[in-house]
């Protein structure tokens, strides 16, 4: 249905006049049924089409009935729908949407979608499944309007269905409390998709695989359901400040230790700075292992350490 079927539109301008009086809006619903349209969704839709709102004056009622009418339709009572055959309903909008969107938009992504089917439960209800979806616009996120053609005993109907639509994105979350310092283990975490409206703020920061947290120390206790963020966890530290760690230095096929104490803390791969116990040298050197060190920078002064061949 276009605005100049369901609105008045006054303007000085006929091509304006015209122009606005063209737009598409909403699918009619089919023959017998109605709808209802809000006048804020009018706008919403009027925005989405590019109509600056701004230079536009709204006024009448703030929710109209729309539909066609058949003058020698029999009326009947409404059809009751048990609570779980709405549910089953439900499920199986979504899934035929979700996969129409594939079809449509991009393969394999993730979708959640709220559908509001209080105005076409009969028709669902007395459908034995549904032959097309149409309908919707790119980027397919936000609200949609679709069109469902149904096969029911009476033959073919076409009924209108709105959706609310967003892009589900995956995020790792604690399933266990996780306090500082402890190591994450799988058994610690589960990956979750949840829609993305709902972590717009975190996702960047969040991991997106178990596999990148595994392993990880934790930085800062963790809660059960809250997801882990980079700013959560670091690399295990394995030389702490103060401690006594194995100074290895390799080269030519021979090892060559020497005995030190930590001035830094340092996770695997890090550089810190250590001194030698036999004659305080201090040397930088980067973190291997638990308590391990190789020498990155040798110092001319370093004592004659122990040499051992492998």
């Given amino acids: 249905m276009t605005l100049g079927e369901i609105a008045d539109i006054q303007s000085d301008d006929p091509q304006q006049n015209r122009q606005l009086a063209e737009l598409e809006l909403v ?10 349209l809000r006048s804020r969704e009018v706008q919403d839709l009027l925005m989405a089409r590019g109509v600056n709102l701004a230079v536009h004056h709204f006024s009448g009622a703030r929710e109209i009935q ?27 909008v979504k899934t035929a949407i979700a996969q129409y969107l594939d079809s449509s938009g991009d393969p394999g992504q993730r979708w959640y979608i709220e559908v509001d089917l209080s105005e076409v439960l009969p028709q669902l209800a007395t459908a034995s499944h549904i032959l097309e979806i149409t309908g ?7 609200r949609q309007q679709f069109a469902l053609l149904l096969s029911t005993e009476q033959g073919e109907v ?23 310092g402890a190591i994450i283990r799988e058994s ?30 934790v930085r800062r206790p963790i809660r059960v359901g809250q997801s882990v963020d980079r700013g959560d966890v670091q690399r295990p530290v394995l030389v702490h400040r103060g401690d006594e760690v194995t100074v290895f230095a390799r080269t ?38 638990p308590q391990t060190v190789d020498i990155f920078a040798r110092s001319a002064s370093t004592a004659s350490p122990e040499v051992v061949r492998p």
Avoid: C, M, N
Avoid at 136 to 142: A, L, V
Avoid at 195 to 206: E, K, L, M, V
């Fill in 252 to 289: 030519g096929g021979i090892q060559v230790s020497t005995r030190a104490v930590a001035r830094d803390d340092g996770s695997h791969g890090e550089l810190v700075e250590v001194e030698t116990l036999i004659d305080r040298t201090k040397i930088y050197a980067r973190v291997s292992g």
């Fill in 158 to 180: 076409r009924v209108p269905v709105a959706a609310e639509i967003s892009i589900l994105q995956p995020r790792v979350v604690a399933i266990r409390e996780l306090r500082r």
């Fill in 66 to 92: 729309i539909g066609v009418d058949v003058e020698d339709k029999v009326p009947t009572a409404p059809i009751a729908v048990p609570t779980d055959q709405e549910a089953r309903l439900s499920t199986a």
């Fill in 136 to 142: 919707g616009q790119r980027p397919w996120t936000g």
């Fill in 27 to 36: 699918l009619a619903p089919a023959k017998g049924t109605k709808r209802f």
């Fill in 188 to 217: 610690d975490v589960e990956l979750r998709h949840e829609p993305a409206t709902y972590i717009a703020q975190r996702a960047a920061d969040g991991f997106k695989s178990v596999d990148q947290v595994v392993g990880q120390e």
